[in-house]
C-alpha cells in the first residue's frame, strides 16, 4: 500500500483566506495563468542541530491529487467573501484541478539542509499560490517531529528500543496521529497511538498504567487464580505458585515478602494470567525494589513453572539509570539462583518526561534500560516547536524573482535550481550543490567550484565519489509520477539517509555546520539580480 490515509481536513480551504484573496486578485487582474516556480525550503536546522529530516511529501501529493472544492465550501466561501466578488470567480473555483502542476521533491525521508527547496512547485501562478499554505502545514510539523525522533534516536545505542507515547499529549488528535506517524519515519520502533498502528502499518506496543495495579486491594480479590500449562494444558494454581516463589525471593533479593504490596501482586496475577505469553509489569506504583521487582519476578517464576516466560518490566518514576542498575543486578542474581538465564535478560523499559538531555545523560551515567517509552518531550517538541519551513516565488514567466532583505539569511536564492549531494568515498556526504536548472549535472570524480551562496570567500574545490540527484518530478500531468515507497521502506531510507551525514554534523552540542553551496553560475546570477534589485542610495 503506497498511499496510507489521510487527515480528512486536508482540503483547498485548510489554507489562510490571504491565499483565495491573492488568487482573486490573480484572476481578476488576469494573471492566473502566469507561468510561476515556487520553492519550499527553511532557513534554519530546528533544535540547534545541523540537519533535518524532510517529511510530509506523500500528503502533499495526496492533497495536490484530491485537490476539489467541494459545493459546500462554495457556497460557504460566497457567504464569507465581499459581495463583489464576481460569481464567474466560485465557477472558476468549483472547477479547478491541479492537474497543469508540476511538483518536484526530495524522496521522503530525505536528509535536508537550510535554502535547499524540499519542493518545487511550478505551473499556474494562482494554483501555485493556493497550495502555499498547505504544503507547508503538512511539511512543517512532519519534518520537525520526525527529525526530533531522529536525534532521540542518535542519542541511544542503536539497539536500544524507542516506543512512542505521546497521544494524551499531543497538540490535539491530528498532532497526536501525525507525531506517531513521522517518529516512525525518524526511528522509532513503535507507538501506544492504536490509530496510527491501523492506518500506517505502525507496530503497536504498550503495558500497563498504574490504574491497574491500584485496582487491586489484596490477593482476596482475584476471581481466578488458575493459570493452564503452555503444553501440557493442565490447570495450575498460579496465585499460589507465586506466593510460593515471592518467599523464595526474600532471601535472595534480601527483602521482606510480607511487606510487598499484595494488592500490587494481585494486579500483576490478574494481568499474567490475561497475557501469560506478553507479561510486562509496572513497577513503581509502591516501592520499586521492595515491592514492585519482587513481585514481578514471583509472577515471572510462576509464569516459567506454566512454561510461559514473562517480557520485563516498566520503570516511571525515580532515578532511572540508578534504578535500572539495581532491577539488572535483580535479574541476575535470580537468573543464576534457579539456572534460568533469560531471566537476566528481561526487558527494562522506562518511562516518565524523558527528552533528548535525559537520554544523553542517562548514556553518560550508565543504565540498563532496553526500551524508552517517550510521550510528552518528544511529539510536542519541547526544545523547538516549529520548522520554520517557508514557500517563495522564484520564477514568474522564465524570469527570476528575488526576495532581498536586510538579513542576508533572509534573501531567496531565484530561479529554477536543481540540487546534488557529493559524496565521499566512504558513502558520507561532503556538500550538496545548487545549480540552475540549465545547468548540467555534475560528473562524479571531476572537481567542481562549489561557492558559499552569499559570502564571496568563502569556496571549495570538491571532488565527489559519488553524486546524488536530490529531486524527482512526483506530481505532473495530473498524476503521481512514481509508485510511492511503502512507509516502511520510507523508514529505512531515512535512517540510511541519517547515516550519510558525518558524526560532527549529527551531533547535539555545537555540531559543524553542513556545508550548502552553490555553482559559481548561480552565485553570479544571484549575486546581479541582487544588485539590481537594491536601490543605488545617494547621499546629499
Ligand atoms: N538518572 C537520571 N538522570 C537524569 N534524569 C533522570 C534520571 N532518572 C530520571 N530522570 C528524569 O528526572 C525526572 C524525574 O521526575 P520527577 O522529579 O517528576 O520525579 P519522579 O521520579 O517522577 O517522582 P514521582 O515519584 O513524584 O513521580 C524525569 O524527567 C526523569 O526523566
Ligand atoms: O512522560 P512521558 O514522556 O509523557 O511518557 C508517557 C507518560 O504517560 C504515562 O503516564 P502519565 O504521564 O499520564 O501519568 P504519570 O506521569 O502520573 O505516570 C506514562 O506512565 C508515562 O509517564
Ligand atoms: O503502554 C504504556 O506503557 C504507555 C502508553 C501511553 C502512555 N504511557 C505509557
Ligand atoms: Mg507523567
Known amino acids: 500500500m503506497a498511499m496510507t490515509e489521510h487527515s480528512s481536513v486536508v482540503s483547498p480551504l485548510l489554507t489562510d483566506l490571504y491565499q483565495i484573496s491573492m488568487a482573486y486578485a490573480y484572476w481578476k487582474s488576469g494573471k492566473h495563468q502566469e507561468e510561476s516556480t515556487f520553492d519550499l525550503f527553511f532557513r534554519k536546522n530546528p533544535f540547534g542541530g545541523e540537519f533535518t529530516l524532510f517529511a510530509g511529501l506523500e500528503d502533499c501529493l495526496k492533497f495536490v491529487q484530491n485537490y476539489k472544492f467541494q459545493t459546500s465550501d462554495i457556497d460557504y466561501l460566497r457567504k464569507a467573501l465581499p459581495d463583489y466578488i464576481e460569481k464567474e470567480f466560485y465557477d472558476f473555483l468549483s472547477t479547478l484541478d491541479m492537474n497543469d502542476i508540476r511538483i518536484y521533491a526530495m524522496p521522503e525521508g530525505s536528509v535536508a539542509f537550510p535554502r535547499l527547496p524540499l519542493l518545487r512547485i511550478e505551473g499556474p501562478l494562482l494554483k501555485a499560490q493556493l497550495l502555499e499554505t498547505t504544503l507547508l502545514t503538512l511539511v512543517n510539523f512532519a519534518s520537525l517531529v520526525a527529525t526530533n525522533a531522529a536525534r532521540f534516536r542518535t542519542a541511544?545505542?542503536?539497539?536500544?528500543?524507542?516506543?512512542?507515547?505521546?497521544?494524551?499529549?499531543?497538540?490535539?488528535?491530528?498532532?497526536?496521529?501525525?507525531?506517531?506517524?513521522?517518529?516512525?519515519?525518524?526511528?522509532?520502533?513503535?507507538?501506544?497511538?492504536?490509530?496510527?498502528?491501523?492506518?500506517?502499518?505502525?507496530?503497536?506496543?504498550?503495558?500497563?498504567?498504574?490504574?491497574?495495579v491500584s485496582s487491586y486491594q489484596n490477593l482476596d480479590e482475584l476471581k481466578v487464580r488458575e493459570l493452564s500449562d503452555r503444553i501440557t494444558g493442565e490447570s495450575r494454581p498460579f496465585a499460589q505458585l507465586c506466593l510460593k516463589y515471592l518467599d523464595e525471593l526474600g532471601s535472595i533479593l534480601k527483602i521482606f515478602p510480607d511487606q510487598t504490596s499484595k494488592g500490587e501482586l494481585a494486579a500483576f496475577i490478574a494481568y499474567a494470567i490475561s497475557f501469560p505469553s506478553g507479561f510486562l509489569a509496572l513497577v513503581d506504583t509502591y516501592d520499586v525494589l521492595k515491592s514492585g521487582v519482587p513481585n514481578f519476578l514471583a509472577v515471572a517464576l510462576a509464569l516459567h513453572e506454566c512454561n510461559y516466560e514473562a517480557l520485563g518490566l516498566r520503570l516511571d518514576s525515580g532515578d532511572l539509570a540508578y534504578?535500572?542498575?539495581?532491577?539488572?543486578?535483580?535479574?541476575?542474581?535470580?537468573?543464576?539462583?534457579?539456572?534460568?538465564?533469560?531471566?537476566?535478560?528481561?526487558?527494562?523499559?522506562?518511562?516518565?518526561?524523558?527528552?533528548?538531555?535525559?537520554?544523553?545523560?542517562?548514556?553518560?551515567?550508565?543504565?540498563?534500560?532496553?526500551?524508552?517509552?517517550?510521550?510528552?518531550?518528544?511529539?510536542?517538541?519541547?526544545?523547538q516547536p516549529a520548522l520554520g519551513c517557508v514557500y517563495k516565488l522564484v520564477e514568474l514567466n522564465g524570469k527570476p524573482c528575488i526576495k532581498v532583505s536586510q538579513d542576508i539569511e533572509k534573501v531567496t536564492i531565484p530561479g529554477r535550481k536543481n540540487v546534488y549531494r557529493f559524496y565521499d568515498s566512504n558513502g558520507e556526504a561532503l556538500c550538496d550543490?545548487?545549480?540552475?536548472?540549465?545547468?548540467?549535472?555534475?560528473?562524479?570524480?571531476?572537481?567542481?567550484?562549489?561557492?558559499?551562496?552569499?559570502?564571496?570567500?568563502?569556496?571549495?574545490?570538491?571532488?565527489?565519489?559519488?553524486?546524488?540527484?536530490?529531486?524527482?518530478?512526483?506530481?505532473?500531468?495530473?498524476?503521481?509520477?512514481?509508485?510511492?515507497?511503502?512507509?516502511?521502506?520510507?523508514?529505512?531510507?531515512?535512517?540510511?539517509?541519517?547515516?550519510?551525514?558525518?558524526?560532527?554534523?549529527?551531533?547535539?552540542?555545537?555540531?559543524?555546520?553542513?556545508?550548502?553551496?552553490?555553482?559559481?553560475?548561480?552565485?553570479?546570477f544571484l549575486h546581479r539580480l541582487w544588485m539590481n534589485s537594491v536601490p543605488i542610495g545617494e547621499l546629499a
Not at 497521544?167 to 497526536?176: E, F, K, S, T, V
Not at 526500551?371 to 510536542?380: D, E
Open 156 to 212: 541511544v545505542e542503536p539497539q536500544k528500543i524507542l516506543h512512542e507515547f505521546g497521544l494524551r499529549r499531543a497538540q490535539g488528535p491530528d498532532g497526536g496521529l501525525s507525531a506517531s506517524k513521522y517518529c516512525y519515519l525518524g526511528g522509532f520502533d513503535g507507538t501506544s497511538n492504536v490509530l496510527a498502528g491501523k492506518l500506517y502499518g505502525i507496530p503497536i506496543r504498550g503495558t500497563h498504567a498504574h490504574a491497574f
Open 323 to 383: 534504578l535500572s542498575l539495581r532491577v539488572r543486578a535483580n535479574f541476575v542474581e535470580v537468573a543464576q539462583k534457579f539456572n534460568l538465564s533469560y531471566i537476566e535478560h528481561l526487558n527494562i523499559v522506562a518511562s516518565n518526561d524523558i527528552n533528548e538531555d535525559t537520554l544523553h545523560s542517562l548514556e553518560k551515567q550508565g543504565h540498563a534500560i532496553d526500551t524508552f517509552g517517550i510521550g510528552t518531550h518528544l511529539v510536542t517538541c519541547q526544545k
Open 433 to 524: 550543490l545548487m545549480t540552475t536548472t540549465d545547468e548540467s549535472e555534475p560528473i562524479p570524480g571531476t572537481r567542481k567550484l562549489c561557492r558559499h551562496p552569499f559570502y564571496e570567500t568563502k569556496r571549495a574545490y570538491v571532488t565527489p565519489t559519488t553524486v546524488q540527484t536530490m529531486y524527482k518530478l512526483y506530481w505532473a500531468n495530473g498524476q503521481i509520477q512514481h509508485a510511492l515507497p511503502t512507509w516502511q521502506e520510507v523508514r529505512i531510507y531515512a535512517q540510511q539517509q541519517i547515516k550519510t551525514v558525518r558524526k560532527d554534523h549529527r551531533r547535539n552540542l555545537n555540531p559543524t555546520p553542513y556545508k550548502v553551496s552553490v555553482t559559481d553560475h548561480l552565485y553570479l
